[in-house]
């Protein structure tokens, strides 16, 4: 009698507890994007607010990392900057992060300073639960900025000059031995390999930048899918997931093409499920500070995902799906304008891409057409519909106007009059100024000739009159007001 009636009522609490942990499959789905947008604002690493830093902005960031963090150094770059290792968690699963390997590839350096600050944050602010997971079933290390002297000149290669991401099997530089060195020392189960992408992918069939890209590289020629492999495409189906909801429709996925030498494709060879992911661009956000923020939210996403095991619940079949990246976009499209040769007169369209140039924390943007004809399959950040328009020559302005007297109305009065481009003194050669016309110095005149591989200075007209003036890749509309803001250096 007590024991028949003993053995239901263990089946019962059998039942709650099966049900209990369905329940909590259930609760680790997902994490609410919203969740993931307050952290990164409370845990934001405000020293950071551009993307050109280098070693030294980092090396406080590091030092202070002692209490949660094992802070070790791995070695030097060429020019013998440390390359360091921080380690946090006491779980069993092992996670390698790395970023940075070319050096003006900056975004996802910024999100770890903000991931670690996340890490270290207090119990009581309402993430304890996600931080919880974390630390108690990985074991993470991160290598911030693998390329600090690619890094000091914002430029791709190292010091040797070397592509980080082709030294994979040759050993060439310090930096790839390092992270070589780590790789087989530690052991990983996972890895994510962070990188930027130019500002011209979009996504397949779409005119949306891939702000961000994604790739589970393939581990050999025939782009097999094994165990290690279908791991990554899982934790990438999360990650995409999650974006889908805040930025829909901005995501790609890289060709998986086998590169023998690069780092991830060897990375997922050697053991490690490698999940690479590029940042690309934003509308708006030329200094990819929301870019950071995404990177962020789809970082912490996935490490939680991979904590609780919730990217078990993807498929391979969700990753193929994912779109592939594109590389259909331009700056500035300007479509169907009337232009002269000789004496026949056709439609054309043009495509203007532009080179980003720094001066301290200004950006400028120098506009070069870089394709002229049908460009019906591209598409522009901004597009100019010139339909029943005309290409027109600008005129130079040659006597010298001191620098200071060049005020925006004056300037905008000459691009009225036809002058694309006005003289100043030597002595400004070099000055960043605002001006919506190229100032030059002597023997610097520039180009007015429209053509390929120049940089883009002209005028658009209607019946004669002039409606917008191009100027190095910038839009001045001259029939509604003053509507602009850009740098340029006086030539
Ligand atoms: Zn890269």
Redesign the pocket.
Known sequence: MKSSFRIPVIFTLLSILLYSCQEKRVKTEVINPEILESAFKQYKEKSIDNRRFGYQVIAPLIAKRHALFENNVLGESVEGRPIHLLSYGKGERRVLLWSQ??GN?STATMALFDLFNFLEGSAEDGFESIRQAIRENLYLRFIPMLNPDGAEKFK?RNAQQIDL?RDAVRQSSPEGIILKNVRDEFNPEFGFNL??QNRYYNVEGSSLPATISFLAPAYNEAREVNAVRSKAMKVIVGMNHLLQQVVPGQVGKYNDSFEPRAFGDNIQKWGTSTILI?SGAYPGDPEKQYIRQLNFMILLDALYGIATERYLNYTEEQYIAIPENDSKLMDLLIRNVETVVGDKAYLTDIGIKSSEEFLDSLILMKGNIVDWGDLSVYHGYQEIDANGMVLERGKIWTETIPLEKLTEKRALDLLREGYLAVATEKTNQGQAHQLPLVVFTEGNEPDVNTTLDKSPLFFLSKKGEKKMAIVNGHVIRLDNGENFSFWQLVE
Request: charged share 50%; net charge negative; glycine share 0%.
């Open positions: 390997m070319h590839e791709r991401n990188h930027d590029e």
